[in-house]
């Protein structure tokens, strides 16, 4: 057990870009006691790499078919209520040219492990938003693939992925996954898209069930083997149609403190205050942001259907988490210090 004194140091320390043991992160985890200090110590940091700039990227949800069953998402393939959609190449450059009106300057095409996805038809998408709009960044984050897809999707114009590890202990990953899936190649896929030469996000859900804080510990140490370059991180939400309908939410408080955390181990990181930790209280997302966050991905998807891409339940789908908001995003920002930032807000390493 460390004392009071030992976990202020360690938090100190780590301000200071030192690297804690296993037992000093595990006590900072563990404690609501320093949220405070963790939140302005994260700020300083974030404002010395990043300023008062705040990325918008706009979130367009490609589609909610998908062939796996995490046993935690409402997208499930064995989810026989779940609604379907798949976006043409028409509604999701109709939605990129809204974006761009709008000022968006990233998009993130988002969507379930769907077959329908060929290389060939992400690689036209791709390449068609690029001749486009050559000053924006398209994201992807559509699970795992081959190495010769991402790496033919880089070769299109792909500048970012994100695909969280979800959790970096064996054990743990086999309580929230099928036998199917493995931690092994989610872990490959990540180093082989860095490899490539994406931006490469990874991250984890906070309160997943069975997550303990040894658990982590150990998805820090995982991020901090890989570097990412982006880290997102929410609490679990439960869906009532999944295997895990009737367990609780993840908690808010803790996801802000894991905010503060990871940004003081990784000062260069975008790390978004995201729409999971917004559903459980609006003004989390505000917390988020003073605690570390610098990035909000606002919802671009067809309004016609967004309801649709229904990961866990209550979703927000309205308000700060529509990118028609830009306004309100805007003047929401403002209102707490920072500023929203109209470029492809790259990292800056
Ligand atoms: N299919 C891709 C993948 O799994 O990487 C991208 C879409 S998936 C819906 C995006 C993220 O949603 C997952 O990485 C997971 O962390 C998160 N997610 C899924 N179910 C969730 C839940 N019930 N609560 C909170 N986040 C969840
Ligand atoms: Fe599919 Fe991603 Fe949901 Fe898993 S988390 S079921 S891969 S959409």
Known sequence: MLSNSEISEAIKSMAAGKNPCDSALAAIVSSSDYDGEL?????????KVYSDEVYLRGLIEISSYCRNNCFYCGLRAGNAKALRYRLSKDEILTACKEGCELGFRTFVLQGGEDPYFSDSFICDVVSSIKRLYPDCAVTLSIGEREYSSYKA???AGADRYLLRHETADDAHYRKLHPESMSLQN????????KEIGYQVGS????????QTVENIVSDIRFLQELSPDMIGIGPFIPHRNTPFGSFSCGSADLTIRLISILRLLFPYALIPATTSLATIAEENRKKALISGANVIMPNLTPLKVRKK???YNRKLSSSLESAQAVESIKAMLADIGYRAVSSRGDVKR
Not at 186 to 193: I, P
Not at 203 to 210: A, E, I, K, N
């Open 309 to 311: 891409y229904e990961i």
């Open 203 to 210: 991250g984890f859900m906070v309160g997943s069930p069975y």
């Open 186 to 193: 989610r872990k490959e896929c990540l180093f082989a898209l």
């Open 39 to 47: 939140a302005s110590c994260a700020d300083s940091v974030r404002r």
């Open 153 to 155: 999707l880089f070769d």
